[in-house]
């Protein structure tokens, strides 16, 4: 516990990109990055990220979150139409109701704070009912573009999905990028596969993945900021492993979201694109993962899309 707290008093980046700033370490991804990103992309494939929208299904057990709500609002059983399109034309609609952090999504900065501050120091109090006046989604949702990395640290270990529990340290990541042949550099958005996506089969069932979660030790922010990465994601529910320190629940998003300025996203589906990179030796792709524009907004769902 010592060195953590240690850890939070020194490992900040507030006031790097100036006093006003709300965009964090997305600040280090630049159009030449995003340029020789583009250049990646020699095969034409694309591989979707995220998991299924489902009406009452997905991977949130109630309580804080609930699931996605899909409702019709007109169908092809409907006796009359609403509006009379004329010629016997017919039309159908409907209503999505859903958490914005409900399945596969982006954490904006404003997400976790403690001691009453913000992210680059803002106050608390700048989020209300109407939504953040700091650090919401809506100040980064273009931002979401460039280089990822797949650290499949999993499959470095040769299991399917790393031990309930696991802590990832930064030994493992730097011998997953060792064993990849991959660099990780300034501007890169790391995807993290911890397996956990490999246990919901057709994303018809979630007890399993509900349980205790791999996910990133609390001190590979420290190995995350030394590389000037841009964002972190993972195939799990926060990114980081459950259960590391007593009585705090988020370490790791203390770290990146309030002190660092690193957005993280969560429920990110990586197998498709990690049995891919298996199968070629290469682990680096355009990544497209735009935000919605949601005003004030304290995350966005995301469909990524990782192009190769």
């Known amino acids: 516990m010592a060195s953590f707290e240690a850890l939070l008093r020194t490992l900040k980046t507030w006031g790097q990109w100036g006093p006003d700033d709300e965009k964090g370490t997305l600040n280090y991804i630049t159009p030449e990055i995003r340029r020789r990103a583009a250049g990646l992309v020699r095969q034409g494939k694309t591989f979707s990220l995220s998991i299924p929208i489902r009406h009452g299904s997905g991977p949130q057990a109630g309580g804080a979150r609930i699931n996605p709500l899909h ?112 660099q990780v550099v300034a501007g890169d958005i790391v995807l993290i596969r911890t397996g956990q996506m490999s246990t919901v089969g057709d994303f018809a069932s979630w007890e399993v993945f509900r349980g205790r979660e791999a996910g990133l030790h609390w001190e590979t922010a420290e190995w995350l900021h030394a590389r000037r990465v841009a964002a972190v994601a993972a195939d799990n529910s926060m990114v980081e492993a459950t259960g590391q320190l007593p009585n705090v629940w988020v370490p790791f998003h203390m770290l990146a979201l309030c002190n660092l300025g690193l957005h993280l996203g969560e429920f990110w589906y990586l197998e498709a694109l990690a049995a891919d990179c298996a199968a070629d030796g290469v682990w680096e792709c355009m990544l497209v993962a735009q935000a919605l524009p949601i005003a004030g907004g304290t995350g966005s769902p995301v469909n990524p899309l990782a192009l190769k």
């Not at 913000?118 to 979401?144: C, E, M, P, W």
């Open 71 to 182: 409702l019709m609002t007109a169908t092809g059983c409907d006796p009359t139409p609403r509006i009379d399109l004329g010629l016997n034309t017919r039309y159908v609609d409907d209503l999505l109701v859903m958490m914005v952090q409900g399945g596969t999504q982006w954490d904006a900065l404003c997400h976790v704070y403690y001691d009453d501050r913000l992210y680059n120091g803002f106050a608390a109090t700048q989020i209300d009912s109407r939504g953040a006046h700091r650090g919401g989604i809506d100040k980064v949702h273009a931002d979401f573009v460039s280089r990822g990395v797949l650290l499949d640290v999993a499959r470095a270990q040769g299991v399917d999905c790393l031990p309930a529990g696991y802590a990832i340290t930064t030994a493992d990541l730097e011998a997953t990028a060792s064993r990849q042949g991959v």
